[in-house]
């Protein structure tokens, strides 16, 4: 089967083809645009007008790339949620048209089951892992858990990426801030005290970001706030994910989102893994960002599982939580 998947959450916009072969994804094209406001935050409305104009030439380009017809796709998949309602209209809206002219199914899935999905389908050994989600605007916790998948812990405020794009707006540095902090980072050792602040499983940002500001209004080193927000803000995450793994006695971990790719928090991740005994794994950068193959390839185990859903039912969910999916395709 070849699934077409739409993925417009935020300010990417994406559309992967993905075909399984023997119960794994194979990714057969993959591509993304991404949208980057001159200044300031994300403006909901202006990124689905950048998804409107690229989308009909991603899904046109996906197709004569991954040398495969129109009449190869078997099913049209998008993210149906959680995310900013223009963004997510305007990857539905094209699901829908495609669904509609080629007469093949629709189905839309949860964005964050797929950012775990599309690991336990590419990663080999990769079969029960507790996803540590770490992104734009999301930060969670995730593990499969008695028929669903559910949040074990999540930001109380904003998502980790943005902590760190906000703390680098303010510092003058650009968007993406997230690589530029972990550059910096690099050139220092020197620690300075920000708050560590975990609420039962869950964690807070907005405390820290204000303590790194004042820091740097101060005038310290900008080299030392970013290795401190890295240091004080990972191992938050690390410590919170532990616990999941001990709680769900779980073997394996894996990482997602944007900011997986940073080589610090992999770092610190992996050492908890190891002194614990379990398996550690980081999908391909590509993967690991908002991307149509992860939505393909979750629309692929949600119809090959029997679900079914008509256009009407195909209305978007800007609040669509991790376990409110219904899951048939894990026993
Ligand atoms: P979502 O809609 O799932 O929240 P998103 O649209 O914010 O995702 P992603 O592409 O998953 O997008 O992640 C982008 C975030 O990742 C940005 O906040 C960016 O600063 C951060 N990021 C990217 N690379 C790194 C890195 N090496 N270190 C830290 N943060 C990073
Ligand atoms: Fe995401």
Redesign the pocket.
């Known amino acids: 089967m070849i699934c077409l998947g739409i993925e417009g959450?935020?300010?990417?916009i994406g559309v992967g083809l993905i075909k399984d072969v023997n119960k794994t994804c194979r990714v057969l094209i993959n591509l993304i645009k991404?949208y980057k406001p001159e200044k300031g935050g994300i403006h909901p409305r202006e990124a689905a007008n950048h998804h409107a104009a690229y989308i009909a030439d991603l899904i046109r380009d996906s197709i004569q790339k991954a040398k495969v017809d129109f009449n190869d796709i078997d099913l049209i998949a998008f993210s149906q949620g959680p995310?900013l309602g223009p963004c997510l209209r305007t990857a539905a809206t094209a699901a829908r048209a495609l669904s509609l002219t080629l007469e093949k199914p629709l189905i839309g899935v949860n964005?964050c089951v797929a950012?775990l999905e599309i690991g336990r389908g590419t990663v080999k050994g990769c079969l029960d892992p507790v996803l540590l989600y770490v992104?734009?605007?999301?930060t969670q916790v995730i593990a499969f858990a008695e028929g669903k998948y559910r949040v074990f812990g999540e930001t109380l405020d904003v998502?980790?990426?943005?902590c760190?794009?906000k703390f680098?707006r303010a510092v003058g540095l650009e968007?993406?801030?997230?690589?530029k902090?972990?550059e910096l980072a690099k050139n220092s050792t020197h620690y300075l005290s920000l708050p560590y602040s975990i609420k039962g499983m869950d964690i807070a940002f907005s405390g820290l970001l204000t303590a790194a500001e004042n820091y740097a209004q101060k005038g310290k080193r900008l080299e030392d706030i970013c290795y401190s927000m890295q240091e004080t803000t990972f191992a938050m995450l690390t410590e919170v994910t532990e616990r999941a793994m001990a709680h769900t006695e779980k073997q394996e971990v894996l990482l997602g989102?944007?900011?997986a790719?940073?080589?610090r928090?992999q770092k610190m991740v992996q050492i908890m893994a190891t002194d614990r005994g379990a398996k550690f794994f980081v999908p391909s950068r590509d993967l690991?960002?908002?991307n149509g193959a992860m939505i393909a390839w979750l629309g692929f185990l949600t119809y090959q599982s029997g679900q079914r859903m008509s256009i009407d039912e195909s209305i978007i969910n800007q609040r669509f939580r991790t376990d409110m999916m219904e899951v048939h395709w894990r026993g």
């Open positions: 959450t935020a300010h990417s991404t995310g964005h950012h992104s734009g605007a999301n998502g980790i990426g943005n760190l794009d680098g968007f993406p801030c997230g690589p902090i972990e989102g944007g900011v790719s940073n080589k928090l690991c960002v908002d």
